[in-house]
């Protein structure tokens, strides 16, 4: 009996840590009205335009090369 309620209180524990919505997937929410919004907001500052929407693009693709690579599926393990 010790183990059966031992992995009773593992599902509990796994099942509070998953209530909350997965925020790292919801990042492309962000990313979308930034972008436009960078480019619009530094129209008179070209080279600090550039410069930043070419870095959130980067970060928005190592985002996405991150969630579709195994180390993203190690840590939901």
Do not use: C, Q, W
């Not at 919801?26 to 530094?42: F, K, N």
């Not at 070209?46 to 599926?73: E, Q, S, W």
Request: charged share 25%.
């Amino acid at each position: 009996m010790a183990p059966s309620s031992d992995f009773s209180e593992r599902e509990t524990i796994e099942m509070r840590r998953n209530r909350g919505p997965p925020f790292i997937l919801l990042l492309p929410l962000i990313y979308a009205p930034i972008l436009p919004l960078i480019r619009i907001g530094l129209r008179r500052k070209p080279v600090l335009r550039d410069r930043l929407f070419y870095g959130v693009l980067a970060g928005a693709f190592a985002h996405g090369t991150y969630l579709i690579t195994d180390l993203y599926d190690v840590e939901r393990k």
